[in-house]
């Protein structure tokens, strides 16, 4: 089973960045595709950000697509979010989550997640 721990949200304003980071662990971590969703009360959750288990490959929302970068940490334990240029339509709570696959991580088709970390993005 892996555990995910996320970090790094916070309040910032438009056109800042931020890194979020989520934690692992769990002895199978590193062969898990990662991704990164996001959740707007009210509204369902998207998935943001997507990693292959190697950082091979990755995926993006065409929201985010040149704003933000997923990667992973040094053995794969840490995946994190680079966000630049925040707009307020980013504000959400974050969430990563693992998965056997990026295909599997881009249908939201994930078996462990993170208790998720608040952004928010004001004017």
């Known amino acids: 089973q892996v555990q995910l721990v996320e970090s790094g949200g916070g309040l910032v304003q438009a056109g800042d960045s931020l890194r979020l980071s989520c934690a692992a662990s769990?002895?199978?971590?590193?062969?898990?595709?990662m991704g990164w969703f996001r959740q707007v009360s009210g509204k369902e959750r998207e998935v943001v950000a997507g990693?292959?288990?190697?950082?091979?490959?990755?995926d993006y929302a065409d929201s985010v697509k040149g704003r933000f970068t997923i990667s992973r940490g040094k053995a794969s334990l840490t995946v994190y979010l680079q966000m630049n240029s925040l707009k307020i339509e980013d504000s959400a709570v974050y969430s990563c989550?693992?998965?056997?696959?990026?295909?599997?991580?881009?249908?939201?088709?994930?078996?462990?997640w993170g208790q998720g970390t608040q952004v928010t993005v004001s004017s």
């Open positions: 989550a693992a998965a056997p696959s990026l295909v599997r991580v881009r249908r939201g088709d994930v078996g462990s």
């Open positions: 769990g002895r199978t971590f590193s062969s898990y595709a």
């Open positions: 990693i292959t288990w190697n950082g091979g490959s990755t």
